[in-house]
């Protein structure tokens, strides 16, 4: 059986880019095999984080993986930090990762770009080490991301190759990134050549929005020159995005929703876009409502947590055996 494995750092409000490029295919995954999906909370500490923002943060995720149809009785939903196996295996596996290619890594060049060079922690540093622990941990061979994470798995498949030269084949399972076809890469609705990303509240729609902010949002999105809504990221990114959205929530190709579009102007068009994202988030909303009230997130934290201990001493012990620690 397949292994499904794939997070979310708690570093911020959740954005429709990370529903759409993570979040919601996590639930189709579900039946394909079996899925690990958990909280990246040791990641957030990589930057600066209030601690109560962080633990509102935490919770709020888990909340809203039950809320985007993730059935914790099939899906393995856990807090990183509270399985020490990933800590223990970022130990051994910084060892095979070299500072070189470490440094090369766009995320990690992008965030040290705006801190003060002498204060970079290693942590965001190390921050592909203990992805890479992350995946391997569970044997993972499917990582469901958005695009801008490719480079995160890439990563770790050399990693996997590196150790499994030296050590044997089956040391490590070899991981393949998951790229949804609509949707990988959701633009900012104020700047569409930028990512939509947790650190941007004008271009950002956040899963906690009202009908009001979203279609507020979506109404003053910046699109293009031109009345024609057609899909052409280069000469029209605002139309683009917009167009990607739609799709991806009506869950059609981007051809057809251009199709939907052909003799609509562009107000008309973004009324239908906001329309879309209003009546999926909504619901998306009262099902996280529910999570929260039901009470019941702790307890199912803590049971994902003590499957995944299981499942990941397997891999530890594993490694430890392999390169001599046991
Ligand atoms: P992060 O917010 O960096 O923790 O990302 C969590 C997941 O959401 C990762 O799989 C990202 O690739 C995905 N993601 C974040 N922002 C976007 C975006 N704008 N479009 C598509 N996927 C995204
Ligand atoms: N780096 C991911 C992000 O920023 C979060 C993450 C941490 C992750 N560990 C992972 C994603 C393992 C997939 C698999 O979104």
Not at 25 to 40: M, T
Not at 271 to 283: G, I, N, P
């Amino acid at each position: 059986m397949k292994r499904i494995l794939s997070g979310i750092k708690p570093t911020g409000k959740l954005t429709l880019g990370n529903y759409i490029g993570a979040l919601k295919n996590f639930a189709n995954y579900q039946e394909d095999g079996e899925s690990f999906i958990f909280i990246a909370d040791l990641h957030a500490l990589t930057l600066p984080i209030d601690p109560d923002f962080l633990r509102d943060n935490i919770r709020d995720i888990a909340a809203f993986y039950i809320a985007s149809g993730l059935d914790p009785n099939k899906v393995t939903l856990f807090r990183q930090s509270r399985v020490p196996q990933h800590s223990e295996l970022a130990i051994i596996l910084q060892n095979y990762l070299y500072m070189g290619e470490l440094s090369r890594m766009t995320q990690f060049k992008d965030a040290a770009e705006n801190l003060n060079q002498n204060a970079i922690g290693l942590g965001l540093f190390a921050y592909p080490v203990l992805m890479a622990a992350d995946i391997v941990l569970y044997d993972a061979n499917i990582v469901p991301v958005g695009e801008d994470q490719t480079q995160h798995v890439e990563i770790t498949r050399d990693l996997v190759n590196r150790m499994n030269n030296r050590y044997g084949k089956g040391t490590l399972i070899l991981p393949e990134a998951q790229i949804s076809k609509v949707g990988k890469r959701i633009m900012s609705l104020s700047d569409p050549t930028k990512k939509m990303s947790k650190s941007d509240p004008k271009g950002d729609i956040f899963l906690t929005d009202t009908p009001k902010q979203i279609r507020k949002k979506i109404m003053s999105a910046q699109t293009d020159s031109g009345s024609e809504v057609i899909y052409d990221p280069k000469n029209k990114p605002g139309i683009s995005n917009l167009l990607m959205i739609y799709a991806a929530l009506k869950e059609v190709s981007i051809e057809e929703a251009e199709k939907t579009f052909a003799n609509s102007m562009y107000g008309e068009f973004k009324k239908a876009v906001a329309d879309v994202v209003v009546s999926e988030l909504e619901a998306l909303q009262s099902r996280y409502e529910a999570a929260i009230n039901s009470g019941e997130v702790e307890a199912i934290l803590l049971k994902g947590e003590a499957r995944a201990r299981e499942v990941a001493d397997v891999c530890l012990h594993r490694v430890q055996k392999a390169v001599g620690l046991r």
